[in-house]
């Protein structure tokens, strides 16, 4: 995804434009700015310019045609801008700064609810605006508070609670079940927590609120819903944990993920952390990081010291990516596990994101393909 920079007209107004995956970037000048952007990407069909909050500007394709051009007449000069070629997913850039995302209608303001939630005035409406940071470049990690109102999270974790069993977890493309697994000792024991799955059919008939707490994960990934899982539910006991794992490794049916956010719908717990243990390493390290019982062994199956440690917070939202922005390599490091809960039960939700079409577009509660 990178090219050679590119010259622009001595004293003519540019923007800079990144690949989104990271490498050169490019000095467009706006007089000629497609040619430059094909040039840069000779293989590719369609390029998309983004801005840095993640707006998606124009599509430009190798006929010559976009979506709008006018629509990069009107950026301002020195703006920096991402992009993504043909139909890869969209990364979030690894900016230094926030990522201000407006994640849609605060409806539970319209319908009298919590209104803790942290929205702003636009227009007549609501909208719930949030602040997503990067906290991590390798693996790819950024955090946001108060995705999910108060509300939202009770109604998420109440519709899991009757539904939930035994998770499961996978290793070299068998799944075991939380309980059933050995190791005796639960402390060695992979997973050991419970799992619902919010299917269309309750959705449609009880789940307004677990509806809009996924739109708004999809307005905070810039993923499309007809590309998502449905959602999982977690309930971890004390003692419970998830230990190091990859979200698309040890079986076929989930290599396709791309993109994980974990949504933490309590707090009034103690431990249940989640570690990335690999944020701060070398990439030149001497551990094997394809290989799930060293990278368990090594990191001692989930510690908070080292790495990147996330304390939940009810509401927030943590997004990390599985595969490498070119959508086909995976991120080996991005392991990542739930440390054991000391006191209390932590609930949380994963929501994840496929390369491929997981629903249909006929409405959105309803999909052809559910996971189980
Ligand atoms: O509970 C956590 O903190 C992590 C959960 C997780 O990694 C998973 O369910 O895949």
Redesign the pocket.
């Known amino acids: 995804m990178t090219g050679p920079p590119s010259c622009a007209s001595p004293g003519a107004p540019t923007f800079s434009l990144e690949p989104n995956g990271g490498g050169v970037a490019l000095q467009l000048d706006p007089s000629k700015w497609r040619e430059q952007v094909h040039q840069a990407y000779p293989s590719a069909l369609r390029v998309g310019l983004f801005d840095i909050f993640g707006n998606e500007l124009l599509w430009s394709s190798t006929n010559g045609s976009s979506s709008t051009d006018a629509t990069i007449h009107s950026v301002p000069a020195s703006s920096r801008l991402f992009a993504i070629v043909d139909d890869f997913p969209f990364f979030w850039p690894l900016t230094p700064s926030v990522h201000k995302v407006d994640i849609g209608l605060d409806d539970d303001d319209a319908n009298g609810s919590d209104g803790n939630a942290p929205s702003v005035a636009s227009g007549h409406s609501h909208r719930r605006i949030v602040e997503l940071q990067v906290v991590s470049h390798s693996p790819r990690v950024l955090i946001a508070d108060g995705v999910l109102s108060p509300d939202e999270c009770e109604a998420t974790k109440a519709a899991g609670a009757p539904l939930l069993e035994g998770s499961v977890t996978f290793v070299g493309g068998k799944s075991t079940v939380a309980g059933a697994a050995s190791p005796a000792d639960p402390r060695e024991q992979p997973r050991t927590?419970s799992t619902a799955w919010l299917n269309s059919t309750w959705i449609e008939g009880n789940g307004r609120h677990a509806l809009s707490a996924q739109r708004r994960l999809a307005a905070l990934s810039r993923l499309p819903l007809t590309h998502a899982e449905n959602m999982?539910v977690?309930r971890?006991l004390p003692g419970d944990h998830?230990h190091y794992?990859l979200?698309n490794g040890g079986s076929r049916k989930i290599h396709g993920r791309v993109l994980?956010a974990?949504v933490y719908l309590n707090e009034d717990f103690d431990g249940?952390?989640?570690n990335f243990p690999m944020t701060g390493i070398p990439s030149d390290s001497e551990l094997n990081v394809r290989n799930v019982y060293h990278v368990r062994e090594h990191f001692a199956n989930c510690q908070v010291e080292r790495g990147l440690t996330v304390r939940?917070r009810r509401g927030s939202v943590v997004l990390f990516y599985s595969l490498q922005p070119n959508a086909a390599d995976k991120d080996w490091m991005a392991w990542?596990?739930?440390c054991d809960v000391r006191l209390g039960e932590?609930w949380?939700a994963?929501f994840w994101w496929h390369l491929g079409l997981m629903r249909t577009h006929s409405r959105q509660a309803t999909w052809s393909r559910t996971w189980r």
Do not use: V
Request: glycine share 16%; charged share 15%.
């Open positions: 927590s999982q977690l971890y998830y794992h979200d994980t974990l249940g952390e989640t939940p990542h596990g739930g932590k949380a994963n």
